[in-house]
């Protein structure tokens, strides 16, 4: 072989091992599982998984974890860490290093004993990777900063389902990015809402694209492993509370389970008649109450559950399913709960709702991409949903409706 010959052959497997030396390491993304008054749960991992899995609770580990937080270093062998002892409504900066590699870091703040306010997100109905669903999260991370800027941190984000979609092709699902792989999440979850979950935490609800209804029933394991829901028990129903001001009881609305809405109806008439919280919220994916343009209200199969709003004086039932925003009227058969219907996080239908409103007991509607922000301060709650243009919502004869929503202590 010439001499060139023989440089040609050294070449290519030089160039082989300098790409492979050189290429990219796998993104780490890290974030805020469940935070307490005295714990903080910090998770990370790669979503470069198919068929392995990369990030979440039962996820294998990337290597020895070095996680410095309130000035100690703690390892971890897993991909997360569960923190305790800390002080209540404390900010603890925080930075996680794996094999040497700094994968993350950012600061959680533990929630209060007691607390006479709270501002927290909703979102609905987002995960699905599009140009709206992108700029609606620019809009929640600058609001997220203005408030905690401003002394109003937000503590967490609720979703009310529909966490990811599967990818489409001219609006048809396609068999794949439907969640049941880690790397479908990255474009759908971990990375437009980065900024946020590195501090505050997102408490999951199950929608229909979540599982046995969506087009891969391979999904809902996944669910369940990359969230961490409050005091780290994963449960399709649970409840917690926040600072003796408010209880929350998130539910399962869907047909994901062949025992329906029983049992939970039940569990969820015990766990109100024992809450003594001045507020009460409960959120699902499925209306109660639906002007459309798709779907209707589920009034029917829903009514065990709005007669308990009703009976314990809920003040806010939130939910999703529906693409768009509305608000259900005052006076429907589970006041004094008021239904938020918010479920245009990333998805958005089009159509005209209005002439339907009044037929379905529907306030106000607005047809627009966006999220919630909930305050409650004392004895009032406020409720306004934020976009990336000023939301205008209309009544039934097509009058704008004031903003923010503002409901008294039941």
């Known amino acids: 072989m010439s001499a060139t010959g023989k440089a040609a052959a050294l070449a290519l497997p030089l160039a082989l091992l300098l790409a492979f030396a050189t ?26 998984g198919l068929r392995a899995n990369t990030i979440g609770r039962e996820s294998a580990s990337h290597g020895e974890a070095i996680v410095t937080l309130n000035g100690e ?12 002892g800390l002080d209540a409504d404390t900010i603890y900066p925080y930075r996680v290093t794996v094999d040497g590699r700094v994968a993350g870091e950012g600061a959680v703040r ?52 529909d ?29 437009p809402y980065e900024a946020i979950l590195r501090e505050v935490p997102f408490y999951m609800i199950l929608g229909n694209h979540d599982g046995k209804e ?50 939970q109806t039940a569990w969820l008439g015990g766990a109100l008649a024992q809450s003594r919280a001045p507020w009460k919220i409960v959120y699902g994916h499925h209306p109660p109450f639906n002007a459309g343009p798709r779907h209707g209200g589920e009034i029917e199969r829903l009514r065990p559950i709005t007669r308990l ?27 004094p709960t008021v239904m938020f219907l918010t479920g245009a996080g990333g998805e ?13 007991r529907i306030a106000a509607w607005a047809p ?18 934020l976009a990336a243009a000023p939301v205008r919502p209309v009544d039934p004869d097509g009058r704008e409706v004031p903003l923010p929503f503002v409901l008294p202590k039941p």
């Open 163 to 191: 966490n990811i979609y599967a990818s489409t092709l001219f609006g048809i699902p396609l068999p794949f990015g439907t969640g049941r792989h880690d790397r479908d999440w990255e474009k759908k979850h971990f990375a």
């Open 23 to 48: 290429a990219p390491q796998p993104r780490f993304f890290t974030y805020a599982g469940d935070i307490g008054t005295d714990r903080v749960l910090i998770a990370w991992g790669t979503t470069t």
């Open 110 to 161: 533990t929630h209060p004993v007691s607390a006479d306010h709270l501002d927290f997100f909703v979102i609905g109905d987002y995960g699905n990777g599009s140009a709206g669903q992108y700029e609606l999260a620019r809009v929640m991370v600058r609001e997220f900063e203005r408030l905690k800027a401003a002394g109003r941190p937000v503590r967490f984000v609720l979703t009310v389902g």
């Open 309 to 335: 709003l009703a009976q314990h004086r809920v003040a806010a039932y939130l939910c999703g399913h529906e693409h768009n925003f509305q608000v259900s009227a005052r006076d429907t058969e589970m006041a």
């Open 348 to 360: 958005l239908r089009a159509g005209d709702a209005r002439s339907s409103m009044k037929r379905a």
């Open 214 to 263: 969506s087009e891969s029933a391979a999904d809902l394991p996944v669910q369940f492993d990359n969230f961490f829901f409050p005091g780290n028990r994963p449960a399709r129903y649970y409840s917690f509370g926040y600072g003796n001001l408010v209880d929350f009881f998130a539910l399962d609305t869907t047909r994901n389970t062949d025992e329906g809405l029983g049992p």
């Open 73 to 84: 270093h703690r390892v971890s062998g897993r991909n997360w860490i569960e923190v305790s």
């Open 368 to 385: 627009v991409r966006h999220f919630l922000h909930i305050a409650i301060e004392g004895e009032t709650m406020r409720i306004t949903p």
